[in-house]
């Protein structure tokens, strides 16, 4: 039996409290008793909201990213599982959706953002790529899912995946997205105040980047069903799927290993400075459209849904 253990690394997560601004303790909370990092819903979560306005007041002290002197996913590649949509019905049409944003994702000018933060290997910066086709998906309808799966179950869950994904060689430039299924509350987020999180998880050697991201349309409003109005192909109820799923992505990019890599006191990471604020649809590579936030951006001090190529 493999031994799985999160990462004792200091992250963040979504809080249950309304915390002041500007708090360094903005959003912490333990999960499974290990500290991860994650979106707050969305009458929570609107903490910062870097404006014009604001940093001319404010110059480097809201959201500006500091490096922790750890990885990025330099490579990065989105490893999507679905689990247990069969036995639990997809009333939503959750599942077509999340796979063709896993697909389409890579070469987006959204997918960009995150190509500005580096790593220093070998005393060289390392950048992230935006690579295409960085989209792989598993239907789990085998392993049966628990209705309450904790924090371990999803870790134990990602590294089951890594089994079909790669012979069970382990991606150290993979997120491991565990999206669980219909009417199933993993650890209780509909009560907890969170609505997705990201951490790592470790098993012997290896470390991974893993996300718990629940079914958002069970949560409704709270998690961005109906925020704005949706794509033609998608229902407003869907809405909050990819809104959660571009902020963790982009957050296990440039923090896999939460907080070592870009992170800020005051703002959290690249996608809580930007949570649930100036919410757009935005067109991926191959004709998609998705309903995504803004990410931070160092290179200009705001929230941005994509960078200007050098």
Not at 50 to 58: A, F, G, L, Q, V
Not at 97 to 109: E, M, R, V
Not at 270 to 279: E, L, M
Request: charged fraction near 15%; hydrophobic fraction near 35%.
């Amino acid at each position: 039996m493999r031994n799985l253990a999160s990462l004792a690394v200091a992250g963040v997560a979504a809080a249950a409290l309304l915390v002041p601004l500007g708090s360094a303790s903005a959003g912490i909370v333990r999960v499974g008793g290990t500290v991860n990092h994650g979106i707050k819903p969305v009458s929570l979560g609107r903490i910062y909201m870097p404006t014009i306005s604001y940093h001319k007041m404010h110059p480097q002290t809201c959201c500006t990213m500091n490096y922790g002197n750890g990885p990025v996913l330099a490579k990065p590649h989105i490893y999507l599982i679905l689990w247990g949509y069969k036995a639990a019905g997809d009333p939503d049409g959750l599942a077509p959706l999340l796979t063709k944003w896993a697909h389409d994702y890579g070469g987006s000018k959204y997918g960009t953002i995150a190509t500005q933060y580096y790593e220093i290997s070998g005393g060289n910066k390392v950048y992230p790529t935006n690579p295409k086709a960085n989209g792989t998906v598993w239907t789990d309808d085998t392993n049966p899912e628990p209705a309450h799966a904790s924090d371990a179950q999803i870790q134990a869950e990602a590294w089951a995946a890594i089994k079909m994904f790669a012979g069970g060689t382990p991606d150290p430039n993979g997120a491991y997205i565990v999206n669980s299924s219909y009417n199933h509350d993993p650890q209780g987020f509909l009560s907890s105040g969170w609505c997705a999180y990201h951490g790592a998880s470790q098993s012997g050697s290896s470390i991974i980047s893993y996300t718990n991201e629940p079914y958002m349309p069970d949560a409704g409003q709270d998690c961005g069903a109906g925020f704005i109005t949706a794509p033609k192909d998608e229902t407003s109820a869907d809405e909050g799927a990819t809104i959660v799923l571009g902020h963790e992505y982009n957050e296990s990019v440039t923090d896999p290993q939460p907080i070592t890599g870009w992170y800020s006191n005051q703002a959290g990471e690249v996608g809580d400075a930007c949570a649930w604020t100036d919410i757009l649809n935005d067109k991926f590579p191959h004709r998609g459209v998705f309903t995504q936030q803004p990410i931070y951006s160092n290179a200009t001090d705001t929230c941005v849904h994509f960078i200007k190529k050098k």
